[in-house]
């Protein structure tokens, strides 16, 4: 057991404002509660669910900044504009092929990609029918709303948000970027070969990690996903496993008439993101650009988020009834869809050596291995067309 103080300030963080310190007490209160209700003990995605998205308190749900400069950490179409352009060749390419189409964003953000991509598709004169989003904070739809009247309101009649899957056959291109890494998962153990869960307590006003042996479920599940029998883990391995993956693509798929779907997330696959030397797993904490080795401090105010396995995902996806088109770092993804022809362009089009910079800048982050380039990867899917 691996006690971690709810405000134990790791090394030099900045200490949150007071407001924040405030909606972070509440949401503690809210989740100390239900591990009263439910015995003292609540698996580790249930914590995370709470506190990345309970209303109002979630560090989705609530109106902290997120993303950028001035959040907690920058993703990749927060950079500039060329990793939404690289997409919109992709899309306008599937749309074209298709005779037209939708595109579905799933876990919008701030709403740069959306916003991004309608421009690069306006300008290629490849708009799709619709721009559906899936947004489960209704905080984050409401800033993906002033983004798109911000930055391209007259494509403002082509978006709209979902609640849920659409409910009727649909075509087109679906996308998720960095949202399957921020799904509740469960965490586990291995000791002397067997699975242990490792849940969330609450003692002496303080979250803790408390394992319990794994029940037989979820001991499979883990055994399943593992490359390694799990007598050559070290003893206290410990890793994450995301319980919703399979259901989450199957979703995506009932309706799902034809297309591509592109996903892109922090992740590898199984071999690696399940390796043995990878002993402490892959669960972060982000604040304000920092990463913090515990998930307990101030809940609410920090991302929580764990490696995809690509390996379970491909899997879940061929059940699913789609095929692996390609399977790719994100790199060798953005240069098979055209970013060198999109870097191009944009250096031509720069007013500035400055703004030369900055997309240099900006290709680096998105390729460089040590960056986004390799730490990322890319599944792309198909049904009923060859990619
Ligand atoms: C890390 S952000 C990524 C945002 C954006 N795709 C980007 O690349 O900047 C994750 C987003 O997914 C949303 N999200 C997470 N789980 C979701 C779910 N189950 N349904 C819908 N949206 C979800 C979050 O609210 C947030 O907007």
Redesign the pocket.
Known sequence: MNKNDLHQQPDALPVPEETERERSARLASSIAAKIAVAGGWISFDHYMQEA??SPGMGY??ADGHV?GAGGD?V????LGSLFARTLALQCASVLNRLGGGDIL??????G??MAELMLELDRLGKLPERYRI????AS?RARQRTMLLERAPHCAERVEWLDSWPSSPWHGVAL????L???PVRCFSLHEGEVFERGVSYRENAFVWSERPADPDFSAAVLAALPEPPDRYPDGYQSELNPSLAA?IAGLSENFAAGAALLIDYGDLCAGRYHPARAQGTLRAYYRHRTLNTPFWYPGLC?L?ADVDFSGLSNAAVSAGFEIAALDTQANMLLAAGLEEVFAQSWEGAKDTQQQLRLAQEAKQLTLPGEMGERFRAILLSRKMDL
């Open positions: 990345l998205y989705y749900s993303f950490f993703t990749a179409p927060e964003e799933f876990g919008g953000g701030s740069a990609l899936i947004e489960l904070s984050m998720a970027n960095e949202v890494d921020a799904m989450w991302d988020t």
